[in-house]
């Protein structure tokens, strides 16, 4: 199974702020590596797919790198919407298809 | 493009529940179709994948043998059956769509998602 670990798993920040988080996979996975953003009791929303395609309608704020064994989600100048849970997912190895546990943004 | 589960609700150990996706808005028939579940406060957890012909099923290891998913290109409609319940299989189900092509393999769809609640 392609084990995928995310850092950090909780991030404090602003509003207007650039963060990054990062998705490491226990294997090369290609470019099938997506990520969603997910708000409280709501269904995960795709922001990025084959690890740097953007999501039709998706903010360009949101932007994703990546190859390999390590991929990266930058949001660039953080907006009071964008606070939420965010899942990187390989689609590369399967089954199973894996999510990586969440990270956590929160408002500093 | 719109997903609806149906059918989640509280069931005892042991139990059996059938959830229901209805599909709308795009072209269901050439979508592979997943079940993806989210206990309370955790992540998300892969169920199972169902290709867009029904001739390719793969499940997690932690329901093969209970549950069971199929669809029904006529309808538009994608089903999970769910036997020998356990309480860890208390979670919301969503289902979700995968154009599944080498340009997207992506869940671009979700619908928002059924609660099932395993309990005595």
């Known amino acids: 199974d392609v084990q995928l670990t995310q850092s950090p798993s909780f991030l404090s920040a602003s509003v207007g702020d650039r963060v990054t988080i990062t998705c490491r996979a226990s294997?090369?996975?290609?470019?099938?590596l997506a990520w969603y953003q997910q708000k409280p009791a709501k269904a995960p929303k795709l922001l990025i797919f084959?690890?740097?395609t953007l999501q039709s309608g998706v903010p360009s704020r949101f932007s994703g790198s990546g190859s390999g064994t390590e991929f990266t989600l930058t949001i660039s100048g953080l907006q009071p919407e964008d606070f939420a849970t965010y899942y990187c997912?390989?689609?590369?190895?399967?089954?199973?298809?894996?999510f990586g546990q969440g990270t956590r943004l929160e408002i500093k | 493009v719109q997903l609806v589960e149906s059918g989640g609700g509280l069931v005892q150990p042991g139990g059996s529940l059938r959830l229901s996706c209805a599909a709308s808005?795009?072209?269901?028939?050439?979508?592979?179709m997943n079940w993806v579940r989210q206990a309370p406060g955790k992540g998300l957890e892969w169920v199972a994948y169902?290709?867009?012909?029904?001739?390719?099923?793969y499940y997690a290891a932690s329901v093969k043998g209970r549950f069971t998913i199929s669809r029904d290109n006529a309808k538009n409609s994608l089903y999970l059956q769910m036997n020998s319940l356990r309480d860890e299989d208390t979670a919301v189900y969503y289902c979700?769509?995968?154009?599944?092509?080498?340009?997207?393999?992506?869940?671009?769809?979700w619908g928002q998602g059924t609660l099932v609640t395993v309990s005595s």
């Open positions: 979700a769509g995968d154009p599944d092509t080498p340009m997207k393999r992506v869940f671009d769809s």
């Open positions: 084959a690890a740097s």
């Open positions: 294997q090369v996975i290609s470019s099938y």
């Open positions: 169902i290709s867009d012909s029904s001739r390719t099923i």
């Open positions: 808005g795009f072209t269901f028939r050439t979508y592979s």
């Open positions: 997912q390989q689609l590369n190895t399967y089954p199973p298809i894996t």
